[in-house]
């Protein structure tokens, strides 16, 4: 029995899928995890990646704001019905172009797909050709209501047969629509760059990793100020900053807290990443409580008094925070992993998969021993 085989329900033959995956680059790890059980054909929308520069920005540029001109005018005059006319000649129906060599050699035809899967694009595609595939999207944005909006108006998501929705507002959106969409929040990805790591010390009290910008992150940046300048003025070690990856997990391991601010009181996947590193995390109080126990995997506030208050709590009492860490990096691995949420996609779309994170996890939990 394989890693990449599963089965159709109903049957006991073993079959490889042709999946096709369509996504923005931010989400081409998805490919990596999709390969353990099919052949995968990717199509991505970032410049570099598809053709020539100067193609390739200008197909970047169209597919980022021009496709978008039709929802946000939509949007401002808060009509569906306008939204969707310009979206007509703004955003016609696109054709399947995945990358390297399958298209030419005619391996990726889209009648000889059995699932594709769209993610988060504003792209109306063509999905005639793919007669014989579940066709699936997947909005990871979707606790924005301008972004929701966009999703029902300008991209044809009636036209697919799974929709699924990253936010509990999002399923609810789509369902007041007429979408029976389905929940499936982000998870853990790069388990392999947010792991925990032997440091030879904590050196910060308060770590905050993330962008402030004063266009989309206005309420983080309020929040984040409030709590900093309470904590200086208690001689708190607090450090904030932009990183990705291999520095962030780094950071994020030399915390002894670290904080999460989200736009809205979403999931975001800092969540999982900072769990991912079985680090202490306090983050703000909202959609969190759906996958996570407060108090036991890790710990919330409601405003920058209460985060305050904990911080300092959990500063004082090592012991406690190494055991909420501890759960909580248990909790990403055993539930929350993006082998899950492939294996959900893969699992709703009609098939049997062989449970890819139950060789995984075992592995990942084993490394516990790199942590002081």
């Known amino acids: 029995m394989t890693d990449a085989v599963m089965t159709p329900e109903g049957s006991d033959e073993r079959s490889s899928l042709n999946i096709a995956l369509i996504v923005p680059y931010s989400y081409i790890e998805l490919y990596y995890y999709l390969s353990f059980y099919g052949n995968v054909f990717i199509q991505t929308y970032e410049p570099y990646y598809n053709g020539p520069y100067l193609g390739s920005r200008l197909r970047f540029l169209s597919h980022n704001y021009l496709h978008g001109i039709a929802g946000y005018v939509g949007w401002k005059l808060r009509s569906g019905k306008i939204a969707r006319a310009l979206s007509k000649p703004l955003n016609p129906p696109h054709r399947f172009q ?40 997947w909005a990871i944005d979707s606790f924005n209501e301008r972004r929701l909006f966009m999703y029902r108006n300008v991209v044809n998501i009636e036209d697919y047969d799974i929709v699924f929705a990253a936010h509990d507002n999002g ?124 108090g036991r995997e890790l710990e919330v506030f409601a405003d920058p008094d209460e985060a305050v208050v904990k911080i300092l709590e959990y500063l004082a009492d090592s012991e406690a925070r ?51």
């Not at 899967?117 to 063509?126: A, G, K, M, P, S």
């Not at 969409?181 to 853990?188: D, E, Q, T």
């Open 171 to 294: 399923v609810k959106y789509f369902r007041d629509s007429g979408i029976d969409a389905r929940f499936l929040p982000l998870a853990l990805r790069y388990e392999w760059i947010y792991r925990p790591l032997k440091m030879r010390e904590k050196s910060y009290d308060v770590v905050f990793v993330g962008r402030l910008s004063s266009s989309t992150h206005s309420r983080r940046m309020k929040i984040l100020r409030e709590i900093v300048d309470r904590l200086r003025r208690k001689n708190v070690n607090v450090f904030y900053t932009v990183a990705w990856h291999h520095d962030a997990a780094r950071l994020y391991n030399s915390s002894k807290i670290v904080l999460n601010v989200t736009r809205a009181g979403e999931i975001n996947l800092r969540l999982f990443e900072v769990l991912g590193t079985r680090s202490f995390l306090l983050n703000d109080d909202g959609e969190v409580r759906l996958l996570f126990e407060p």
């Open 98 to 137: 995945p990358l390297h060599i399958a298209h030419d050699l005619g391996l990726a035809r889209p009648e000889q797909i059995d699932i594709l899967i769209v993610v988060e694009l504003l792209c109306r595609f063509n999905l005639r050709p793919f007669r014989n595939a579940v066709k699936i999207f």
């Open 322 to 372: 190494e055991r909420v860490a501890a759960a909580g990096h248990r909790a990403v691995l055993e539930g929350h992993t993006m082998y899950h949420r492939i294996e959900e996609i893969l699992k709703v779309a009609g098939f049997k998969v062989y449970q890819r994170w139950s060789q995984v996890v075992p592995k990942l939990l084993q490394s516990d021993n790199r942590i002081n």
